[in-house]
């Protein structure tokens, strides 16, 4: 979860698709997409259909960090970094 973070707080507030967030955090899709719907219902992401960029192509879901998200991801970077484990952006 906290390369996901990460990777979302690195951005805030832009959107961003599944498969930029699986390449930038290697996190695997099994493990990707559950993790967000389960932020999703507890506030810290939205979700978003987006048309697609190109005539028949599928419109796809984009995520962001909520208010509440970017508060607990520094919340998170702040203990990491006090740690000495890790640095989110």
């Known amino acids: 979860m906290l390369a996901l973070l990460e990777a979302l707080l690195g951005s805030a507030p832009d959107w961003r698709h599944g498969y930029d967030l699986i390449r930038q955090t290697g996190l695997l899709s099994g493990t990707l997409y559950p993790l967000l719907m389960r932020m999703t219902d507890q506030g810290l992401v ?6 697609p960029a190109q ?28 740690a000495g484990r890790v640095s989110l952006a």
């Open 46 to 51: 939205e979700a978003e259909w987006q048309a």
């Open 55 to 82: 005539p028949g192509r599928p419109a796809r879901h984009a995520y962001r960090l909520t208010a509440a998200g970017v508060a607990l991801a520094r919340e998170v970077a702040s203990t990491e970094q006090a």
